[in-house]
């Protein structure tokens, strides 16, 4: 039995590089390259705090009261954001995932999401962690073993850091052309065009003071399909390039403002397949018929200026 109370630590390698998975919600706890940390992450005798690496499944962020209609049935989730009255972050972040298969640089986790009161859909989902040439890799696959056509959304929650003590002397560029503010119940309301706000980041800019916790659609590509989101040093020497892919079509950036700790020390940069609210607003919202598999996929590269 592990002492850590995030379970079993599973250790990758591959050249300068290194990763650590735990057991607890199959996070990412740590990646490090040459020895210089990627992530704001945390040690293997802490507990998991403001979502730091975790998956979430069936749905990234936020579903306001935690309730939705599904093929004429209301459903209601458990309010595992108290203070909101929200769903947060789905069903699985707080759950053993089990290996499927490990070697040094990779290893796969799987995971059953059993049906339940407000989620009675069967899946068995599975987290690939590759470590390669072009850095880490993830994959995360769900397929549905029920009978009814399930909703489903996917993200994972990495704290990016590039040294910097706090995150406004961090350069920051998004490749999004829309950002989605918020109604008084802290819920996404219709894109808006990103052209002449705070929340441009399509040139890269120093975050600065700007608080952030905001969901941004209609991500540019490059000619491999990949969107980039940049976090750079200050000095311009080095940074992370977080790349979504298939099946990540959103991401929502958070300066962790809110947190009690740790206040501002990394910026969460969220890869999602729907934005928050999606069960209700079905904006982005996957229909996982029967049989059918979603494929979600990003990563991390780092860089130096010589790259």
């Keep these: 039995m592990s002492e850590s109370p995030t379970g079993q630590q599973?250790?990758?390698?591959?050249?300068?590089?290194?990763a650590v998975i735990v057991e607890l919600g199959a996070a990412l706890r740590d990646y490090t390259v040459e020895d210089r940390p990627?992530?704001?992450?945390?040690?293997a005798d802490e507990r998991i705090t403001g979502g730091r690496g975790q998956l979430l499944v069936p749905w990234?962020?936020?579903?306001?009261?935690?309730?939705?209609?599904?093929?004429?049935?209301?459903?209601?989730?458990?309010?595992?954001?108290?203070?909101?009255?929200?769903?947060?972050?789905?069903?699985?972040?707080?759950?053993?995932?089990?290996?499927?298969e490990r070697e040094e640089h990779r290893v796969?986790?799987?995971?059953?999401?059993?049906?339940?009161?407000?989620?009675?859909?069967?899946?068995?989902?599975?987290?690939?962690?590759?470590?390669g040439a072009d850095g880490l890799t993830?994959?995360?696959?769900?397929?549905?073993?029920?009978?009814?056509?399930?909703?489903?959304?996917?993200?994972?929650?990495?704290?990016?850091?590039?040294?910097?003590?706090?995150?406004?002397?961090?350069v920051l560029l998004v490749p999004a052309r829309k950002w989605l503010p918020l109604d008084d119940a802290g819920m996404p309301v219709a894109a808006e065009d990103v052209t002449g706000t705070p929340f441009d980041f399509r040139t890269a800019k120093a975050v600065g003071g700007q608080r952030l916790d905001t969901a941004f659609a209609e991500l540019e590509r490059d000619s491999s399909g990949r969107a980039v989101v940049r976090l750079a040093h200050p000095s311009g020497s080095h940074g992370t390039d977080?790349?979504?892919?298939?099946?990540?079509?959103?991401?929502?950036?958070y300066t962790g403002d809110t947190l009690p700790e740790r206040r501002r020390r990394g910026i969460a940069v969220e890869p999602m397949s729907c934005p928050p609210n999606a069960f209700r607003s079905r904006a982005g919202l996957?229909?996982?018929?029967?049989?059918?598999l979603h494929t979600f996929r990003w990563g991390l590269r780092v860089w130096r200026q010589q790259d």
């Design 38 to 43: 990627v992530l704001d992450g945390f040690s």
């Design 242 to 253: 977080l790349w979504l892919g298939e099946g990540a079509g959103f991401v929502q950036v």
């Design 60 to 100: 990234p962020n936020r579903i306001g009261q935690g309730r939705y209609l599904w093929n004429d049935q209301d459903l209601q989730l458990p309010l595992t954001e108290p203070e909101s009255g929200n769903a947060i972050h789905g069903l699985l972040r707080w759950m053993s995932w089990q290996v499927v």
């Design 10 to 18: 599973i250790l990758l390698r591959h050249g300068e590089q290194t």
């Design 286 to 292: 996957v229909e996982l018929a029967p049989g059918d």
């Design 108 to 131: 796969i986790l799987g995971a059953t999401l059993w049906p339940q009161p407000g989620y009675p859909f069967h899946l068995d989902v599975r987290v690939g962690y590759v470590l």
């Design 138 to 170: 993830v994959t995360v696959v769900a397929r549905n073993l029920g009978e009814d056509t399930a909703p489903y959304g996917v993200g994972q929650h990495p704290y990016l850091t590039v040294g910097t003590e706090v995150v406004d002397d961090a």
